[in-house]
């Protein structure tokens, strides 16, 4: 089974930018969608942004994100990719990389292949 291993959170202060990688190991089958998921302390999983990795349809980002952060698929290196600009304090989170058989879905508990998350901490 492909095992997903995310790269890069940190600390950033509000405002800045931070761009978080997920490793792929082994080929992702065909038909199967990404997606980044989040969760801070004491909520739910937050469903961020995902695409269909044959093609790299992207799906449409939560509000809460949108127009700030973007996934794309690096082929060549076979890493899925989220780049986070404008940081505000509330994106503080556990940053999950996820996938699945199927359609980009909105629900954690539809993905099968999960991460071990990265923790992105935005503070001055």
């Known amino acids: 089974q492909v095992q997903l291993v995310e790269s890069g959170g940190g600390l950033v202060q509000p405002g800045g930018s931070l761009r978080l990688s997920c490793a792929a190991s082994g080929r992702i089958p065909s038909g199967h969608a990404l997606a980044w998921f989040r969760q801070a302390p004491g909520k739910a999983r937050e469903y961020v942004v995902g695409?269909?990795?044959?093609?790299?349809?992207?799906?449409p980002s939560s509000d809460s994100v949108k127009g700030r952060f973007t996934t794309s698929r690096d082929s060549s290196k076979n890493t899925l990719t989220l780049q986070m600009n404008s940081l505000k304090p509330e994106d503080t989170a556990v940053y999950y990389c996820?996938?699945?058989?199927?359609?980009?879905?909105?629900?954690?508990?539809?993905?099968?292949?999960w991460g071990q998350g990265t923790q992105v901490t935005v503070s001055s």
């Open positions: 996820v996938a699945r058989r199927g359609i980009v879905v909105r629900r954690a508990s539809d993905y099968t292949i």
């Open positions: 695409l269909i990795w044959a093609g790299s349809t992207t799906s």
